[in-house]
């Protein structure tokens, strides 16, 4: 059974930093695609970043602030968060998609506030 595991989410001040790890239960290879999700409440689940291989692709609001990685041979997916600001707060989900399925992780609160 596929098992994505969110981590590394917690309170920051604003210009503060954070990485977000999601730990998979296989082999991160058999995703087509993995990346971070987010929603914060009352507005639709968007992408923050994805990586495919060595791709990898950004939402306009990250400006250059969030960096997405990956460790094949720890089969985790990084999430590098700078200059954080009170608008990226919201919950943070990691996603995996192969050809037929997409595999979502519980979610970690990301809350930034002075």
């Known amino acids: 059974q596929v098992q994505l595991v969110e981590s590394g989410g917690g309170l920051v001040q604003p210009g503060g930093s954070l990485r977000l790890s999601c730990a998979a239960s296989?082999?991160?290879?058999?995703?087509?695609?993995m990346g971070w999700y987010r929603q914060a409440p009352g507005k639709e689940r968007e992408l923050v970043a994805s990586?495919?291989?060595?791709?990898?692709n950004y939402a306009d609001f990250v400006q250059s602030r969030f960096t997405i990685s990956r460790d094949s041979a720890l089969n985790t997916v990084y999430l590098q968060m700078n200059s954080l600001k009170p608008e990226d707060t919201a919950v943070y989900y990691c996603?995996?998609?192969?050809?037929?399925?997409?595999?979502w992780g519980q979610g970690t609160q990301v809350t930034v506030s002075s």
């Open positions: 296989v082999n991160i290879l058999r995703f087509n695609v």
């Open positions: 996603n995996g998609r192969t050809q037929f399925i997409n595999y």
């Open positions: 990586i495919n291989g060595d791709i990898t």
